[in-house]
C-alpha cells in the first residue's frame, strides 16, 4: 500500500535559522513526489515536482530533495513569511489514476 | 484567487439536510477532483473527473454524489451526513490526469455537520 510519512509534525524555527523537513514514502513505481504549502485557511499551493532520486530542485529559500526513500525540504534562512504547513505527496503505480497519496504535513512556524 | 473558485466557504448543515458544494474552475483543465481534509489526517482523495467523466471513486459512501456537468463545473452533493463528515472540503484541477505540473487547489468548503 502506497504511504507517506512526514516528520516532525510540527517545527518552530527562529528567523535565519535553517532547518530540513522529512517526507518517508512508500509506492509501487514512484511516477512523482510533489511539495505543496498550505497557508491557514487555503487550499494548498504547489511547489515542486521530483521524479527520480538524485534530483532537486530550488525555490527562493527551498530546496527539495529526493532518494528512493525520503524527500527533503530544506529551508534556508527562513523568513516569518515561510509560516505554513507544507504537504508532501506521491503518485505511484502503473497507471496514471491521477491519485495522489498525501502525508500528513509538518507545520512550520518562524519567529521574528 | 487561486484560478479554482469554491463556494459556498463555509456551510453548517443538520444531520437530515441535502446541500451541495460547488467548485469552478477556468484554467482550461481537463481533469477534476474533490478531496476531503479532517483535521490531523492527511488530504484523502474522493473523486477523480477526467474530461467530465469519473474515474476514479475512493470508496466513498454514498451519501456523497458527485457531478461533473463539464470540465469547468464540479459538484458534491451532499445528503444524511454524520457529524465524522465534517471536514474541509477541497475541489483541485489539473491540465491533464495526474498532471506533474501539479495541482491547482480551491480555497474549500468548511463544512459543519450538526
Known amino acids: 500500500e502506497d504511504q507517506v510519512t512526514q516528520s516532525p509534525e510540527a517545527l518552530r524555527l527562529q528567523e535565519g535559522e535553517s532547518s530540513s523537513l522529512n517526507c518517508s514514502y512508500t509506492v509501487s513505481g514512484l511516477r512523482g513526489l510533489f511539495w505543496y504549502r498550505q497557508d491557514p485557511g487555503k487550499g494548498p499551493e504547489f511547489l515542486f515536482t521530483?521524479?527520480?532520486a538524485g534530483e532537486e530542485k530550488e525555490k527562493e529559500r527551498l530546496k527539495a530533495t529526493l532518494t528512493k526513500k525520503e524527500s527533503f525540504l530544506h529551508i534556508t534562512a527562513p523568513k516569518p513569511e515561510d509560516s505554513a504547513t507544507y504537504l508532501c505527496?506521491?503518485?505511484?503505480?502503473?497507471?496514471?489514476?491521477?491519485?495522489?497519496?498525501f502525508g500528513q504535513g509538518t507545520t512550520l512556524q518562524v519567529k521574528p | 484567487e487561486t484560478g479554482v473558485t469554491q463556494t459556498p466557504r463555509h456551510l453548517v448543515m443538520g444531520m437530515t439536510n441535502k446541500k451541495s458544494l460547488k467548485c469552478e474552475q477556468h484554467?482550461?483543465?481537463?481533469?477534476m477532483y474533490w478531496y476531503k481534509q479532517s483535521a490531523k489526517k492527511p488530504l484523502e482523495l474522493m473523486f477523480v473527473y477526467n474530461f467530465k467523466e469519473q474515474t476514479e471513486n475512493n470508496s466513498v459512501p454514498s451519501r456523497f454524489s458527485p457531478e461533473c456537468p463539464n470540465s469547468s463545473h464540479l459538484f458534491l452533493h451532499l445528503h444524511t451526513l454524520q457529524p465524522e463528515d465534517s471536514a474541509l472540503y477541497l475541489c483541485a484541477s489539473s491540465q491533464e490526469l495526474g498532471d506533474s505540473y501539479g495541482y491547482t487547489f480551491g480555497s474549500g468548503t468548511r463544512l459543519t455537520v450538526v
Open positions: 484554467l482550461g483543465h481537463n481533469a
Open positions: 521530483l521524479y527520480s
Open positions: 505527496a506521491v503518485q505511484g503505480g502503473s497507471g496514471n489514476t491521477g491519485k495522489l497519496i
